[in-house]
Every structure is written in C-alpha cells, then in structure tokens.
C-alpha cells in the first residue's frame, strides 16, 4: 500500500481482461497500488477499462502471452522500464481443459501445462532477481480446487493444478530466505468467462458418458452460486498486506467443502464414488462425502 511521500507499490497481474484478474487488477488499483494488467490483445479490453473507469481507477495494459518466453520478456521488460520494479506478481493468466485421460492428447497436456505452470514460471523468473535484489515482494499464483481434489474428467486441467501447487510450494521454501513470500489462492466456483469457454467433452469412445455428465452437472448446480470475483479480489489483497501471511488461501463456491472433504475420506472411499454406475446414488454419496448437493433439479 501507498503511504504519504511514497511511490504507490506496483503490481501485475495477468490475464487480466475478465475474471479474477479483471476483479483483482481494479480492486488492487483501488487500493492505491499502481498496477499492469497484461492482456494478450490490448483492443479487447475495451470492458476492462470501462470498468477501471467507473471504478475511478486507471489499469495500465500490457499485451502479454504468457505462454510465450519471448512475449514474457518483452511485456515485463517494459513494466519494468515504466516502473522500476514489481511488489507484486498475481499470476492469473490460466485455461481449463476437459478430457478424461484414456482419451487426450498428450499436446493437450503440453499446451495447458504450458499456460497454467510454465506461464507463472516465466512471469515470476522476470521479476524474481528484482525482488531478490530488494529482499521483498510477493507472488500470488492463482490455483483452484482442482490442484487439491481431481475434478472428473479434468485430466489436463487437475494435472496443471496439481502442478502448480508443488511448484508453489517449492517457490515458497526457495524465496524464504530472500523476504520473497508466496501466496495461492484455491477458489472454486467463481463466476468467470472460462466457464462459457470450457464446453469441450473429447468422449470419442462413449465409454465415459457418465464421466462427462457427472462434470457439467457438477458446474451446472455450482454456476448458480458462483462466487462475485471481487470477493476473491479482496482475498488476494488481504492475503499480500496482512501482517498474518499464510500459504493457502481457499475461497469461493464449494471450495472449502471439497478441499476439506478430499483430505477428510480415504482413498479407497474416493475411487468408489467414482465405481458408482447409477447418477442418483453418485449425487448422494457425493453429498455424503463433500456436503455439497450437485444433483439435477
């Protein structure tokens, strides 16, 4: 935070044009945080903006992939050109990807891996030697609840998550001695325009029909409560200026519960929910376990 006499503390936050990033990019400049959103087409954000507008606040923008080394470099060369120096990196930026795993591509796995895991490697390497160099500084990687329970027919999704979750905590031992602190946010069900894009079911040999149904029935009874991604915006500005920092920071429709629920049964209870041939008594025994009613209405 910004005090009198100072300069504003800077952050970036990726894939910022909707979503969580969206939220956060307007919540932490609200905060008097002087902050870069990085968007992969800077002519598409024209709602971005108009929302930093009636929020009264201003997004600087940088065209940014980040799952592209040379694009990385060049976008935070140029933050840091224009600012000298990041406090705070909220990797963001991420894609779903829906296929069970008899039945996706391995260039699946690459291409959502090189999104959701090396897309913050990348980030974090460009402003790492800076915040080593001042011995302060914060990175927030943006995880979900698939990186703690397998989420049905996520395959390429959950393994990103999973992966992204070990790389955090391993972050988060390396930057200690630096002063450097690590943060992830686990939500679950947050309103966002990935839900819209993640349509995709690869059942191309019918066997996993269940599989599917089971998955899109799950989002359909959460979409309904999804959670406003201003809340996880106030989670993740709590998270970086609280004098009580932890790791993990669960948030969101049916996270709680399905963290908590998959670190509460036993393996051998978890593989036979997924034996359950009958969608009744799956959505019953799925209550049972995680307290959250999925069934159709």
Same mark, same amino acid.
């Given at each position: 935070?910004?005090?009198?006499?100072?300069?504003?503390?800077?952050?970036?936050?990726?894939?910022?044009?909707?979503?969580?990033?969206?939220?956060?990019?307007?919540?932490?400049?609200?905060?008097? &945080?002087?902050?870069?959103?990085?968007?992969?087409?800077?002519?598409?954000?024209?709602?971005?903006?108009?929302? *930093?507008?009636?929020?009264?606040?201003? +997004?600087?923008?940088?065209?940014?992939?980040?799952?592209?080394?040379?694009?990385?470099?060049?976008?935070?060369?140029?933050?840091? #050109? $224009?600012?000298?120096?990041?406090?705070?990196?909220?990797?963001?930026?991420?894609?779903?990807?829906?296929?069970?795993?008899?039945?996706?591509?391995?260039? &699946? !796995?690459?291409?959502? &891996?090189?999104?959701?895991?090396?897309?913050?490697?990348?980030?974090?390497? #460009?402003?790492?030697?800076?915040?080593?160099?001042?011995?302060?500084?914060?990175?927030?990687?943006?995880?979900?609840?698939?990186?703690? +329970?397998?989420?049905? *027919?996520?395959?390429?999704?959950?393994?990103?998550?999973?992966?992204?979750?070990?790389?955090?905590?391993?972050?988060?031992?390396?930057? #200690? /001695?630096?002063?450097?602190?690590?943060?992830?946010?686990? /939500?679950?069900?947050?309103?966002?325009?990935?839900?819209?894009?993640?349509?995709?079911?690869?059942?191309?040999?019918?066997?996993?029909? /269940?599989?599917?149904?089971?998955?899109?029935?799950?989002?359909?009874?959460?979409?309904?409560?999804?959670?406003?991604?201003?809340?996880?915006?106030?989670?993740?500005?709590?998270?970086?200026?609280?004098?009580? /920092?932890?790791?993990? !920071?669960?948030?969101?429709?049916?996270?709680?519960?399905?963290?908590?629920?998959?670190?509460?049964?036993?393996? $051998?209870?978890? +593989?036979?929910?997924?034996?359950?041939?009958?969608?009744?008594? !799956?959505?019953?025994?799925?209550?049972?376990?995680?307290?959250?009613?999925? $069934?159709?209405?």
């Amino acid at each position: 935070m910004s005090t009198s006499g100072k300069s504003p503390q800077v952050a970036v936050v990726t894939g910022a044009n909707s979503g969580i990033g969206r939220a956060c990019a307007i919540h932490l400049a609200s905060k008097g &945080m002087r902050v870069f959103g990085t968007v992969r087409d800077v002519s598409k954000a024209a709602k971005l903006e108009a929302m *930093a507008t009636d929020a009264g606040v201003s +997004i600087e923008l940088v065209e940014l992939d980040v799952a592209d080394d040379d694009s990385v470099r060049d976008g935070f060369a140029k933050i840091l #050109a $224009a600012a000298g120096h990041v406090d705070l990196l909220v990797n963001n930026a991420g894609v779903g990807g829906n296929a069970v795993a008899e039945e996706c591509p391995t260039s &699946m !796995y690459l291409e959502v &891996m090189n999104i959701n895991l090396c897309g913050p490697v990348r980030c974090a390497q #460009a402003v790492l030697p800076g915040m080593r160099e001042r011995r302060s500084g914060c990175i927030v990687n943006i995880s979900s609840i698939t990186g703690k +329970i397998a989420a049905l *027919a996520q395959s390429p999704y959950v393994a990103s998550k999973f992966a992204l979750e070990g790389l955090s905590d391993g972050l988060a031992q390396e930057l #200690a /001695p630096f002063g450097i602190r690590v943060v992830v946010i686990e /939500p679950g069900i947050t309103k966002s325009a990935i839900f819209a894009k993640n349509v995709d079911a690869p059942n191309q040999s019918g066997a996993y029909d /269940p599989h599917y149904r089971r998955l899109f029935q799950f989002y359909a009874a959460g979409i309904p409560a999804a959670t406003d991604p201003m809340e996880v915006a106030e989670v993740i500005h709590h998270a970086y200026t609280t004098d009580s /920092p932890q790791l993990r !920071y669960v948030t969101s429709w049916g996270g709680k519960e399905l963290i908590e629920g998959r670190a509460r049964i036993s393996d $051998a209870d978890w +593989i036979a929910l997924g034996a359950i041939e009958d969608d009744a008594e !799956y959505y019953a025994r799925f209550e049972e376990l995680f307290g959250l009613d999925i $069934a159709p209405r």
